[in-house]
């Protein structure tokens, strides 16, 4: 099993949480992002940075990907194509997605694209909490538990 984050937009504190567990259980953690960035030195953890562009980083997680692997994101379009090729997907806020329950979530995505391209304000996602971070620290920890 590897990991891999879409780091772009992944909070630090998340980061700093998946670097200790991959640390901890020796499990393969890649970040991919547009930027350079910054990781500890590590046998099992490692950053590709891919040219800039739209969804570049997605597509380039998708070819990584296999099916038992797990990706953490928000992006509802690149855990969809996850989801499709049989890998987990844990959000930032400590949310899986799943078969059940992604096609509802691009729907809803959808829509309030929609909205807002006819100019109505829909506002944004509430700001990263702490108690954010704990319910990714605790899904994360359920999850890896049950790969040992």
Do not use: W
């Amino acid at each position: 099993m590897n990991i891999y984050v879409d780091a772009d937009a992944c909070p630090k504190v998340i980061k700093e949480v998946l670097f200790r567990a991959a640390e901890r259980l020796q499990i393969p953690l890649t970040l991919v992002a547009n930027k350079l960035l910054h990781h500890p030195p590590s046998r099992v953890i490692r950053a590709i940075q891919v040219e800039q562009g739209f969804d570049v980083a997605d597509n380039k997680i998708v070819a990584l990907v296999a099916r038992g692997d797990l990706v953490i994101t928000a992006d509802i379009p690149l855990a969809a194509e996850v989801i499709a090729q049989g890998g987990a997907v844990l959000n930032p806020r400590g949310e899986f997605y799943t078969k059940d329950t992604i096609q509802e979530r691009l729907t809803m995505r959808n829509f309030m694209e929609t909205l807002r391209g006819s100019g109505v304000e829909t506002g944004g996602p509430a700001g990263f909490s702490q108690r954010d971070c704990q319910m990714f620290a605790n899904q994360l920890d359920k999850f890896l538990a049950k790969r040992k």
